[in-house]
């Protein structure tokens, strides 16, 4: 009954690859996001998705395609992957307008 | 640029006292403020916010000030438990360009010990 599952916990994958990251929340929000945590802790924001729209794309190369089927998903499809990648992505999910979110486990994205 | 700062990497206290993790902030129309904690392995859980509107809220062992004139939040522990011990992080948004936009900081490792 996990409230934000995502998978793969682990990723670890060659230079040049695609690969995808699935994210699902049972928690009923209309809100989902996609953060990265690089190396130095950092954790920001990548995408904001409400009821499937996107309403958050903060600067982030377009290799990174978030894709919502519904508004309990939203997976991050990322094309021709770079050493830079390598990092933990969070999933979160919130209320509309709510300020505090619920975060998944994370995956962790290496790049070889 | 961060406009959330957590200038302490790490934080020991000895179980039973008081932990204080600080938080400051450049951007003057963050009106919201969040702490969460995290454990290895797992994901950031919410653990006490605060409204621009207050300057104290408490829940349990937890207290939350904001000094909005030093942009400046702190969250208190009293008393420290060694479950305490994990990465805590501060954040923040400003209602008028997305409530759902949240800024954080680079987290304080605490560890509280037996």
């Known amino acids: 009954d996990t409230a934000v599952s995502q998978t793969p916990k682990y990723l670890v994958t060659q230079m040049g690859n695609d690969k995808s990251i699935k994210c699902e929340q049972n928690?009923?929000?209309?809100?989902m996001y996609w953060y990265k945590q690089d190396s130095k802790k950092f954790l920001k924001i990548m995408f904001s998705y409400n009821n499937k729209e996107l309403i958050i794309n903060e600067t982030v190369p377009n290799r990174f395609s978030p894709k919502s089927p519904d508004k309990a998903h939203l997976n991050l499809h990322i094309n021709s992957l770079e050493l830079g990648d390598s990092a933990v992505y969070f999933c979160?999910?919130?209320?509309?307008?709510?300020?505090?979110?619920?975060f998944g486990p994370g995956t962790r994205l290496t790049v070889l | 640029d961060q406009q959330v700062k957590q200038n302490s990497p790490s934080l020991s206290v000895q179980e039973g006292r008081i932990s204080i993790l600080n938080c400051d902030y450049t951007?003057?129309?963050?009106?919201?403020f969040l702490w969460y904690k995290k454990y290895p392995a797992e994901g950031p859980t919410f653990l006490i916010s605060i409204s621009s509107i207050k300057d104290k809220n408490e829940d349990g062992r937890f207290t939350v000030f904001l000094n909005k004139s030093a942009k400046h939040l702190s969250l208190h522990i009293v008393p420290s438990q060694p479950g305490d011990s994990a990465v805590y992080f501060c954040?923040?948004?400003?209602?008028?360009?997305?409530?759902?936009?949240?800024?954080f900081g680079t987290g304080t490792r605490l560890t509280v010990i037996p």
């Open positions: 928690l009923g929000h209309d809100t």
């Open positions: 979160a999910s919130s209320r509309r307008w709510a300020n505090e979110q619920f």
């Open positions: 951007n003057s129309m963050f009106d919201y």
């Open positions: 954040a923040a948004s400003a209602s008028e360009t997305g409530a759902n936009n949240l800024f």
